[in-house]
């Protein structure tokens, strides 16, 4: 396939996967004082398993960037509501309004942090008929990364103010594309540099990379699933298989599942069958 073939196509799979309109959530609950500070929720629209339905947390993408918030990524929330998951789609603080910085340092990870904290506390009251006990952490693209990342908080540095006591209850994380290896990523250039943006820009991103780096927090004990389009142009095969080489280096395997054919933005497209393939592999952990 040429470059112009595979710029088109993904051009295509964007365009298809913003074109659904947002899906307003049933409830919305803050974690913080923060207008960012918020979680929306989705309840199961029916019934997908025995019991009270597993908690999917979606972290959403668009490189930790101001411009790209919950709403895009809402039509996926729902398309999980509609298979029997509840869903807590959590918005967090990104790179500053109107300009193209992506995330901020350190409160990006503070309400990513704090989001999953709160989440037991906010479903029981906004989805009592879901069980925080099975939880599932998923994201896109950046999402990924922080999902990757929420579920590494108890192998995080001891003076990380986000280091978590024990291992998170958790069932498990599918991380979809995810910007797994911020060294990797950064070397690459993806999202146009958003990695080292991330942690500060050249000052600060060695010093803070142990803190931030997915890569670098194995082995976690959760079980993880990477989901990969092989036709990724935005967040390239080899930033996941780097990921899973590391885990497998700290001992501990992860899942990868490489779709052929399948670019960035079809796991979050709803009319994709690659979002299909995606709810299967968060069935597999939640139920």
Do not use: N
């Not at 291992?167 to 599918?174: E, F, M, S, Y």
């Amino acid at each position: 396939m040429t470059d112009d073939v595979a710029a088109a196509r993904a051009a295509a799979e964007e365009k298809s996967a913003f074109s659904h309109a947002p899906v307003d959530p049933d409830a919305t609950a803050a974690y913080g004082d923060h207008p960012d500070q918020v979680i929306d929720f989705f309840a199961p629209r029916r019934a997908g398993g025995p019991g009270p339905a597993p908690v999917v947390v979606v972290l959403h993408g668009g490189a930790w960037r101001a411009p790209y918030d919950r709403r895009h990524i809402s039509p996926f929330a729902d398309f999980l509501a509609r298979r029997g998951f509840a869903v807590a789609s959590v918005e967090y603080r990104r790179g500053g309004d109107g300009d193209s910085v992506a995330g901020r340092w350190p409160d990006t990870f503070d309400d990513v942090a704090a989001a999953l904290d709160a989440l037991p506390a906010l479903v029981r009251e906004s989805l009592p008929q879901a069980d925080p006990r099975r939880t599932v952490l998923t994201g896109h693209s950046a999402g990924g990364h922080l999902a990757l990342w929420g579920a590494a908080r108890h192998v995080l540095p001891a003076d990380s103010p986000w280091r978590s006591g024990s291992p998170v209850t958790l069932r498990g994380a599918v991380a979809l594309a995810p910007i797994a290896d911020l060294a990797i990523a950064d070397k690459l250039d993806v999202c146009g540099g958003a990695a080292r943006q991330l942690l500060g820009g050249d000052e600060h991103f060695a010093e803070r990379q142990p803190y931030a780096d997915p890569a670098l927090l194995l082995p976690t004990g959760i079980a993880t699933t990477l989901v990969q389009g092989r036709a990724d142009l935005d967040v390239p095969q080899a930033v996941a298989e780097s990921y899973a080489e590391a885990a497998a280096k700290a001992g501990e395997m992860v899942g990868v599942t490489l779709l052929e054919d399948v670019g960035h933005f079809p796991l979050i497209d709803p009319v994709a069958d690659a979002c299909a393939v995606v709810v299967e592999e968060i069935a597999q952990l939640a139920w």
